[in-house]
């Protein structure tokens, strides 16, 4: 096995030092290659590559602009949402792109009873039931109808309005896949040992699991074309090897770097810093199906006993900022500016909790295990944590597991009592954060989602202008504020970094990104 490493070490060595590969240092391994099917960016950023979705944003922006569909509209009350479509597209596999594609990629994610979505394989699809609300048949769910209107044209029907719909429909998560590959692979599509099909920048050549994936260029991308002869994604769980191997030119670029490499990066001549924009919340999630956190009282001791300010100084210095919105600053526009965060008050919180006659809380608290952009070292943080907890009498029990399990059981009766976890942003507006975790599907790990928070979110999502959404958004901060369900940690700004013969990469806030415009020159 060592001797495998090795080689294979060396053949990384040797690639990332021609111009004609580019390697990228992802923080761990996609749960699947499947679109529609996954729920975290570690499977996003290879689907990017292999995916082209309806909408998509300008660079470095959350600015929506034309991918699949060159151009949108509604009527008056956004219930009804009509797409034009991109000619002249083709799959990688030859398939031509079209609304039957469109409309045969929807039904998989929105309809259990499809043919092709394979739920009797397992296949979930929930990022759909995360972000619209629930399934076809469900009273719940955003989505009405999809269907043709001719070749290049698909109209979309909701059962309620929704103002921001073609940022929605059009995150990363909803690639649009071949359907010719779909149907001869079945369920299978999507794992190490299928072919995912798109018509994106780059085209899936092998996942080697535990260790990369390989892609070449779309050399017939109607997008910008890459110059390289292959990208390679490599799993490196660990944010201090990633470094080391960006110093030892074995990676090419990279993310998601602790903010104390920051200086390291800066001295060293042969890499260059990109600081990603932030646009992203950790918090702390609380089940109130706990028998402890149920109390509406120890939700309040634990936000008073977590000492914040000094988890971020601690963990972040300047590349991050604590406050009391589940929101970026970029929707400040969208909190209530008479907020003000609870001061860390340890001594209140063992007062709260002696009066309620409150002793011996404890429960489980969950971190992920592998590096987050807004968590770079998310065992460290969970410690602190804990440690400022058990300062007031409340004993967590620190555990995680493997990524895809963790994902999987985080939402899975009767999940996690607590854990970590946070959300980057899909699109440019408040209801991609609050509907990602307050809803009658994003709610069932806590189990948190009263009648007055869903008529104001329903509100909210059908209103265009934003002084009146502001309101609406306002009064939706002030309640979950203090349920205290969600807490507020941090608002990262994330490290990454490069060799410094590498240039064009413009690191988006919602994430990934495509990498077809990152250009390598050799190395002297």
Do not use: C
Request: aromatic letters at 12%.
């Amino acid at each position: 096995m060592l001797k495998h490493t090795l080689i294979a070490l060396a053949l990384f060595t040797v690639s990332a030092a021609s111009a004609s590969t580019l390697v990228y240092g992802a923080t761990g391994e996609p749960v699947n290659l499947e679109s529609g099917n996954i729920v975290e960016r570690t499977s996003m950023l290879p689907q990017v590559q292999i995916y082209d979705t309806l909408v998509w944003v300008q660079d470095g922006t959350v600015q929506a602009r034309p991918a699949l569909a060159t151009h949108w509209k509604s009527n008056s009350t956004a219930t009804e949402w009509t797409f034009t479509l991109r000619k002249g597209v083709k799959f990688h596999d030859g398939t031509p792109f079209n609304a039957d594609a469109v409309v045969f990629n929807v039904m998989r994610w929105w309809d259990p009873g499809f043919e092709y979505g394979y739920r009797d394989s397992g296949k979930a699809f929930g990022i759909w039931g995360q972000l619209l609300g629930g399934y076809k048949g469900s009273a719940d769910g955003l989505l009405k109808n999809v269907q043709k209107l001719d070749e290049f044209t698909v109209k979309f029907t909701l059962n309620k309005p929704y103002a921001s719909f073609p940022q929605l429909i059009g995150a990363g998560y909803f690639g649009i896949a071949s359907p010719t590959a779909i149907k001869a692979q079945g369920a299978k599509y999507g794992t190490p040992a299928s072919r995912p099909v798109g018509t994106g920048p780059f085209e899936f050549v092998e996942w080697l699991s535990g260790d990369h994936i390989t892609l070449k260029p779309n050399r017939t991308y109607w997008g910008v074309k890459s110059n390289t002869d292959q990208l390679i994604i490599r799993f490196i769980a660990d944010a201090n090897q990633r470094l080391n191997e960006l110093r030892a030119g074995s990676i090419d670029f990279t993310s998601d770097l602790v903010p104390d490499s920051l200086n390291l990066i800066k001295a060293d001549r042969n890499l260059r810093v990109v600081l990603k924009p932030s646009f992203n919340v950790g918090f702390l999630s609380l089940n109130v199906k706990n028998a402890y956190l149920k109390d509406e009282k120890v939700r309040q001791a634990i936000s008073l006993a977590v000492n914040k300010k000094a988890i971020v100084e601690a963990f972040y210095g300047d590349l991050g900022y604590t406050d009391a919105g589940l929101l970026p600053s970029q929707l400040a526009w969208a909190l209530d500016p008479n907020i003000k965060d609870y001061k860390f008050d340890p001594a209140q919180a063992r007062k709260i909790l002696k009066d309620a006659n409150l002793n011996n809380v404890s429960f489980d608290l969950w971190y992920p295990p592998i590096a987050r952009q807004y968590y770079p070292n998310p065992k460290a943080l969970a410690e602190a944590i804990a440690v400022d907890l058990a300062d007031v009498g409340i004993k967590v029990n620190l555990r995680t597991q493997d990524w895809a399990k963790w994902v999987k059981d985080s939402r899975t009766e009767p999940g996690y009592d607590s854990y970590i976890v946070g959300w980057i942003g899909d699109y440019g507006d408040p209801d991609n954060f609050y509907s990602a975790y307050y809803g009658p599907y994003t709610s069932l790990d806590s189990h948190y989602y009263p009648q007055e928070l869903e008529n104001l979110l329903v509100r909210a999502r059908s209103v265009k202008d934003r002084n009146q959404k502001a309101a609406l958004y306002q009064q939706i901060h002030q309640l979950t504020f203090k349920a205290n369900v969600r807490i507020p940690l941090v608002h990262s700004r994330p490290v990454a970094a490069t060799r410094s013969n590498v240039s064009g990469w413009v690191p988006s806030p919602l994430g990934v990104e495509a990498f077809n415009k990152v250009r390598k020159k050799a190395s002297k």
